[in-house]
């Protein structure tokens, strides 16, 4: 069965440093999240992709988030330089094309420790 | 802002005994997905409901859709201890894609 896979599965890094995290989604899917969930709190959303730019971010995609789908089939969220609170798991979910298309199938996660 | 509020957000149950799981709104959504996560792991999608009214049944799971599309519940029917785990609704507005998650139902069932 047809998944998204997230790579690595747990990332440690120290403050202020870059880390990317990436997401092989579905592979006819055109639509792409990233959602994040600190620990013990609920599922956020971060940023919405489509036809290569991004359709949606929430308030939490600062200037420090950046987006790519540099080939067919990978799509990463780059933190430019992190910050304590950007401790959570990340999860990637892709979404099919068409409006009657509703289901988002979500990634195992990335867990960001920043330390 | 939408938001969604689960009710009860801890539940603790025997197995073998019913249970109800409520996801509110005071907003629309085009449609509403009720999700299972494992700690450490990703949201596994259960269902996705669109239709007001809708009643969706996945075995012992029965899933409904409020009339008026900003509510929906969740039953499950003679609860089993691999039914333990974290339930989040999470509805779609009809403009947006992305989806806004209810802050989940911590289900425990004790054998």
């Known amino acids: 069965e047809p998944e998204v896979t997230q790579t690595p599965s747990h990332q440690v890094t120290q403050m202020g440093q870059e880390v990317i995290l990436r997401c092989v989604p579905i592979?006819?899917?055109?639509?792409f999240y990233w959602y994040r969930q600190i620990l013990g709190q609920k599922v956020e959303f971060l940023v919405s992709f489509y036809n290569n730019e991004i359709s949606e971010k929430s308030e939490i995609f600062d200037d420090q988030f950046s987006v790519e789908r540099p080939d067919g089939s990978n799509f990463t969220l780059k933190i430019r330089s992190t910050k304590l609170e950007d401790s959570a798991m990340y999860f990637c979910?892709?979404?099919?094309?068409?409006?009657?298309?509703?289901?988002?199938?979500f990634g195992q996660g990335t867990r960001l420790t920043v330390v | 802002t939408q938001l969604l509020e689960q009710s009860p957000q801890f539940l603790s149950i025997q197995e073998g005994e019913n249970l109800t799981v409520y996801c509110n709104s005071s907003?629309?959504?085009?449609?509403l997905q009720w999700y299972r996560q494992e700690p450490g792991e990703g949201p596994v999608l259960l269902v996705t409901v669109v239709t007001g009214g809708e009643v969706k049944k996945l075995k012992r799971l029965t899933f409904q859709f409020g009339d008026a599309r900003k509510d929906s519940s969740l039953h499950i029917t003679a609860a089993q201890t691999g039914d333990t785990g974290l339930y989040l609704c999470a509805g779609q507005d009809t403009g947006r894609r992305a989806l806004t998650f209810g802050s989940g139902t911590r289900l425990q069932v004790q054998p």
């Open positions: 907003s629309v959504f085009s449609s």
């Open positions: 979910a892709s979404r099919g094309a068409g409006q009657g298309n509703t289901e988002a199938f």
């Open positions: 592979s006819n899917h055109l639509y």
